[in-house]
Nanobody, 122 residues
Framework: QLQLVESGGGLVQPGGSLRLSCAASGFTLDYYAIGWFRQAPGKEREGVSSITRTGGSTKYADSVKGRFTISRDNAKSTVYLQMNSLKPEDTAIYYC???????????????WGQGTQVTVSS
């Protein structure tokens, strides 16, 4: 069974950092581009960042540029999202997804994790 599992979420103060992980089981992660998405209460899910199969190219939403960094370790079948300088508006459930191309659009992804909660609050 193909599964993506996110971890690393939690409660952090504004200005703090978190690193999210997305681990794959049941399939080889390096066959796929990976995207990170988030959904805040009452809002639609939005693309945050994405990375190509090899990690050679990345893309970020304007709202997180300069603060978030996506990376991957195909040997560990894991993708990371390093989040720095967190703001209250970053509060959301964060999801990772696997698909054939690097994109910030949900429709380009075939497999999704269950999500991990990130709360930025003092």
């Amino acid at each position: 069974q193909l599964q993506l599992v996110e971890s690393g979420g939690g409660l952090v103060q504004p200005g703090g950092s978190l690193r999210l992980s997305c681990a794959a089981s049941g399939f080889t992660l390096d066959y796929y581009a990976i995207g990170w998405f988030r959904q805040a209460p009452g809002k639609e899910r939005e693309g945050v960042s994405s990375i190509t199969r090899t990690g050679g190219s990345t893309k970020y939403a304007d709202s997180v540029k300069g603060r978030f960094t996506i990376s991957r370790d195909n040997a560990k079948s894991t993708v990371y999202l390093q989040m720095n300088s967190l703001k209250p508006e970053d509060t959301a459930i964060y999801y990772c997804a696997a698909g054939p191309i690097r994109s910030l659009q949900e429709a380009h992804y075939d497999y999704w994790g269950q999500g991990t909660q990130v709360t930025v609050s003092s």
